[in-house]
């Protein structure tokens, strides 16, 4: 379990600056969109661009977000509860969402390859959409692999007690 932690910190913290790349690239290619359109020449296919880098973001951020407990929850009841039972509720919530990302995964490399045989691109840059969605795709199942590691360590801390 420990060298599945370790190569999923791993991987996580890679993705973490894959993900960082792309939010720096949207942010100077707008930069760069809005002083070129005071020169009369905006960037062609900028919107589109910027709607891939901020969906590739998003995939490399959301494992990391993830295992670092970096997404917004709301612990007014549960803060009340014995550590015990508070364990027994993320383990529950933790499993609803294993099976809920796990779909969406499975749902996105589906649609992906349905993208691909029908041959659609993107309006302006006419660039091949289902790449963008495999790799969304691939960005899941990190985030499934990490929610069954924290499963994992909550079973563990349950085990211990």
């Keep these: 379990m420990e060298s599945f932690d370790k190569a999923l910190l791993f991987v996580t913290e890679k993705l973490k600056m894959v993900g960082a790349v792309f939010l720096f690239g949207m942010a100077l290619l707008t930069c760069v969109d809005v002083v070129g359109r005071i020169f009369k020449h905006p960037i062609f296919g900028s ?23 970096g997404h917004i929850g709301v612990e007014l009841f549960t803060r009340k509860l ?23 995964a499975w749902r996105l490399f589906h649609y992906a390859l349905k ?14 959409e289902y790449g963008i969605i495999f790799i969304l795709g691939c960005g899941f ?10 499963i994992l360590k909550t079973i563990a801390k349950l085990r211990s007690k």
């Design 47 to 69: 919107v589109e661009l910027v709607s891939f880098m901020g969906v590739l973001a998003i995939a490399a951020s959301l494992p990391f977000t993830h295992a670092n407990k």
């Design 82 to 104: 014995s550590r015990k039972t508070r364990d027994i509720i993320a383990l529950c919530t933790e499993s609803l969402s294993l099976v809920l990302f796990s779909v969406v």
């Design 115 to 128: 993208v691909r045989e029908s041959g659609e691109l993107s309006m302006n840059l006419q660039l091949p």
């Design 141 to 150: 199942v990190v985030f499934t692999l990490t929610i069954i590691n924290n």
